[in-house]
């Protein structure tokens, strides 16, 4: 007896729906085996509120972090805040070194003992200084971050040495106080105004599939059509090119310039003797020729307007007007680049194992030398 008509309409359509189900789910898995999209992926819990600042790294917190095609490491932070293993008080005879920082000076993309700071120890140790060195590197951190943290927590710890760790690509970001806020949901950090439990958002670090056409070509039509703003690899460099131009300083230059020595007038101050060391780290634009010349001519930009020392020399020029000491690791990571070392994820742009030891080893070989 055949169905009746509305029944054979619902019949049809329930299996238009498992077909279309498993087509998404076929579709998923080949990309996932063929094309993994690369999202940075943290477990919740690593951070938590820390007026009258924004966040701090939760104490405690034992947790992963991959971009799901480079690399998947462990996390582990102290009672203390910091990452790394349990310290207690300061030895006698021993240099305590504290090192302040963002994301790599937290060490994305490495193992705790991969990261520069337990990197610096291991270096210091075997050429017979008694060292420590503490990793008080968060992903997100401006230098006001970071002086704010160490007035609030670092100073208790007796640093003989404080680095602090400067990241060319967003460090003026991270520091203009009218940049995008970013706050702590459920653990996680979110831009404020952004739901931290939106489909959207799950889609984005659950799907491989929604990745793709989100970052596809077919990504840019559909974000026009909707208003939506460039994906944020594209936003973020071309905010780091508009740094680097030669004509006047943007606003974030000039803004996050004049909060990061803010922030430096007040660490000198508060730093109760220690030695304090400024080190540059390059973005990989900045010493690859070939990534310079491809994302000038991605936005139609002219080379011989752009300078890429410029923020370089704006740090040098903040941290010497304080009597801070500046290591510039520009020429030997450009160094590196052309013997064809493998110092940063090519994705990522963070620093792989090598290159966050290269930066020990410059950093131990500037310790030292005399102040």
Do not use: C
Request: proline content about 8%; overall charge positive; aromatic content about 8%.
């Amino acid at each position: 007896m055949p169905l009746p008509p509305l029944r054979r309409i619902a019949a049809r359509l329930f299996l238009l729906g498992i077909s279309a189900v498993l087509g998404l789910l076929a579709a998923e898995l080949a990309v996932r085996l063929v094309r993994p999209q690369p999202v940075m992926v943290v477990s919740r819990g690593l951070y938590e509120p820390d007026p009258p600042r924004r966040y701090r790294l939760h104490p405690g917190f034992k947790g992963g972090l991959t971009n799901r095609v480079e690399f998947d490491t462990k996390v582990s932070i102290n009672r203390t805040g910091l990452r790394g293993a349990e310290i207690g008080h300061k030895a006698p005879g021993t240099l305590r070194v504290l090192a302040l920082g963002d994301s790599f000076t937290f060490g994305v993309g490495a193992q705790a003992r991969e990261t520069y700071p337990a990197r610096l120890r291991e270096i210091l140790l075997s050429r017979g200084v008694r060292a420590e060195v503490l990793n008080a590197g968060a992903p997100g951190f401006g230098v006001p971050d970071e002086v704010a943290w160490f007035q609030r927590w670092g100073w208790p710890l007796e640093p003989d040495v404080i680095l602090v760790t400067v990241f060319v690509g967003n460090d003026l970001q991270d520091a203009t106080p009218g940049g995008p806020k970013v706050m702590v949901q459920d653990g996680a950090l979110v831009v404020q105004g952004e739901k931290s439990r939106s489909l959207s958002r799950w889609l984005y670090y659950h799907s491989h599939l929604f990745v793709l056409l989100k970052t596809s070509a077919l990504g840019g039509p559909v974000r026009r059509l909707l208003g939506l703003p460039e994906p944020l690899e594209t936003r973020e460099l071309r905010s780091e090119l508009e740094l680097y131009a030669k004509d006047k300083p943007s606003k974030i230059a000039r803004e996050g310039g004049a909060a990061t020595e803010k922030a430096v007038a007040a660490l000198v101050d508060s730093a109760g003797g220690a030695r304090i060391v400024a080190v540059i780290v390059p973005s990989l634009v900045q010493v690859d020729p070939s990534r310079w010349q491809a994302a000038l001519e991605r936005f139609g930009l002219d080379p011989k307007d752009y300078d890429p020392d410029r923020l370089n020399r704006l740090f040098r020029e903040i941290f010497g007007r304080h009597g801070v000491s500046v290591l510039d690791l520009t020429q030997p990571f450009a160094g590196a680049i052309r013997k064809g070392e493998k110092i940063y994820y090519p994705i990522d742009q963070h620093l792989t194992p090598a290159g966050y030891r290269l930066v020990a080893e410059k950093v131990a070989d500037a310790l030292q030398r005399s102040p």
